[in-house]
């Protein structure tokens, strides 16, 4: 079956280019997809803006897209384990976390169809001018290209699709070209659902072939991007000719600040989670471990401890804890920024090279790697490497510890750990980042915005913020009795 939907049809590449997919747990073969090219692109956009200048889509009243969404929640709980599955084929994340993914996706769609059928945030302006009606209403962008990345390939996606959809737009949607299958899932749900064809639509293929179109093309208004910090770079020149509307998610290279009177089992246990889960691969890792010197050396005997016992395996291995990467060039990326972090006079206290188990042979594994003693001044300290590498640099004071979480380009999430509130606080306030977690690490729900300060990007994701990135406010100023001003008399 073709897996392009252009206009509701589903459909092959132009070209007749295929990509086959496969699991980077073992390198099987999941699946061999259609691999779009400009003119799928433009075909995608040019049926995305037939469906927004003449569908009833952004006309529907809000409510009702808003019960849409809530149907394809509904729909996403219903095919949970196909999908979760799928997902773990495609990006070799181990199944149970996965699922977890799918309950979050499931509930992205709930909070904004919620949202949507509450009404808008239109509202009344007291302008103080008699016989004057002043209203903001606020109207879908257009047609959006959604671009989204490998690592948390539905659940980035949803942050996107439910937003742009409760607001009114049609969009095209471009997922990384190594995960493709949840996506296409996803829009078999959105026409199942009820979706006017055009709406929606879905090109699969590599990003300066398939993803450049889209932020090129002058009938695009808006780009909503997830990836890293250099192709966000690209995006946001492409859409600059044309002065599209631009939001940027990008990586984040976040400082994990763990005080000498920190409850010492627990920030362990969290420092270990914020690094290794997913094998590294998530936006909001805490990569940098700063820990105050005088608990730096029992806590990092700790924290190595445990990490030497993470388990690698596949997405099926009920004993495995973390997996693989997702693809050779990845590994040897990783691999890079550790060999350059200990030519730079890092201390390598674990992991650090390929696993020698026979059973990892075929997949892109990497094992849970420390390096401590590290400096800002390392490329593995203040680059996003994206893997399973721990760096550690100490410090002495609380504005010691601010100024080396702030040391970086980047300004997505930061986390401290300590027993005194008021410090806690104190360091939260001065961390520029858009989520700081106080004595824990990763947690979010769909109500709170997500985003970065600084080159993690602008804009933002989740909560009302997030829907509002898909809509133009626009103010309506109605004189309710016109006369003659005689300005020019
Ligand atoms: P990339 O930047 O490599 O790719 C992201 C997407 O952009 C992919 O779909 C890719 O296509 C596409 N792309 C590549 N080149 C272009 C181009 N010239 N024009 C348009 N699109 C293009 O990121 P990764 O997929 O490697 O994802 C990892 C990155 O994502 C990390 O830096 C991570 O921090 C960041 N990220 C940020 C999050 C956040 O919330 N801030 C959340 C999750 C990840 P393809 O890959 O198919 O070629």
Redesign the pocket.
Known sequence: MPQLFIGGQWTVAVDGQVREIRCPADGTLVGTVDEAGPKDAAAAITAARDAFDRGPWPGTPAAERGWLLLRVADLLERDKEKFARAESLDTGKRLVESELDMDDIAKCFRYYGNLAASGGNDRVVNTGVPDVDSRVVHEPVGVCSL??????PLL?TS?KVAPALAAGNAFVL?????TPHTAIGLMRLLAEAGLPDGVANLIL????T???P??EDPRVDMVS????????R??MA?AAPTVKKVAL????KNPNIVFADADFETAVDYALMAVFLHSG????AGARLLVQDELHDSFVAEVVKRARTIRMGGPFDDHARTGPL?SAT?REKVEAYVAAGLAEGAVLRCGGSRPDDPALQNGYYYPPTVLDECTPAMSVVHE?S?GPVLTVERFRSEAEAVALANDTVYG?TGAVWSQDIARTHRVASRLRAGTVWINDFHPYVPQAE???MKQ??FGR?LGPAGLAEYEEAKHVWRNLAPQPQRWFE
Request: proline letters at 6%.
């Open positions: 671009i989204t990345p490998w690592n948390y980035q942050w471009k997922p990384s070209e190594l293929g590599a990003g300066p398939a993803g450049a889209l932020c991007f997830t990836g890293g910090l250099v192709t966000g690209r995006v492409a998610e990008l990586g984040g691969q998530v936006c909001s997702i990845h996003e994206f997505l997500w985003g970065g993690s990007g994701e």
